[in-house]
Each structure stands twice: as C-alpha cells, then as structure tokens.
Nanobody, 121 residues
C-alpha cells in the first residue's frame, strides 16, 4: 500500500510537494497516479506518471503541478505550485495496476490513505 506525505496548510499562491512511497512489488514497471477528493465531491484525477516518466495531467492543474518519480527509491512526487483554494482536498496516490485510461480511478489498485492539502485564500 502506498504511503503519501507532504500535505499541509498553505496560502493561495504557495507550493507544496507531496511524496508517495510504494513497495517494490507494487511499483516496479507500473505507472502511478495522483487523485484528490474534496468534501462532498467525487474523487478526481490529478496526474499520472508512467514507469518511463511520461506525465499526464488534468486540465485544472496543467502548468501548475508536476509529477516525477525516482524508480531507485520507489518514490513518486507531486510538486504543486500556484495553489488555489479549489485545490483543497485529500490527495491520494495509487498504482496503475490495470493499465488503460490514466484518468480513471477504476484502472488503479493499491491506494494510499491520503494526505490533506488545505489552501487558504
């Protein structure tokens, strides 16, 4: 099960870097995804990164968020810049176990417990 960290409270316009630690067996050769869920809303896709480092982003975060990974450490990162109050949510990382559409949560298995990101205005 992946473990997220790095969330917190930040002012609008600020930055945070989330980290996701995964075990080798559920990390090697798999793409990893980031999703978020705000109170009262459905879980939504944020970003994904393939094993080789190709990245995919939701339109709402494109240009502000950057995903990266260190395959030697079984780590995935999400750098979030120019944060907005609407970015407030619990952020999850997950393993893209089933392949296919990176933006579909149903293509993922092994979800972390999430880390809270709160952006104040």
């Amino acid at each position: 099960q992946p473990v997220e960290s790095g969330g917190g409270l930040v002012q609008a316009g600020g930055s945070l870097r989330l980290s996701c630690a995964a075990s080798g067996g559920t990390f090697t050769n798999y793409a990893m995804g980031w999703f978020r869920q705000a109170p009262g809303k459905e879980r939504e896709f944020v970003a994904a990164i393939s094993w080789g480092g190709t990245t995919y982003y939701a339109d709402s975060v494109k240009g502000r968020f950057t995903s990266s990974r260190d395959n030697t450490k079984n780590m995935v990162y999400l750098r979030m810049n120019s944060l907005k109050p609407e970015d407030t949510a619990v952020y999850y990382c997950a393993v893209h176990t089933y392949g296919g559409d990176y933006s579909s949560q149903y293509r993922y298995n092994y979800w972390g417990l999430g880390t809270q990101v709160t952006v104040s205005s």
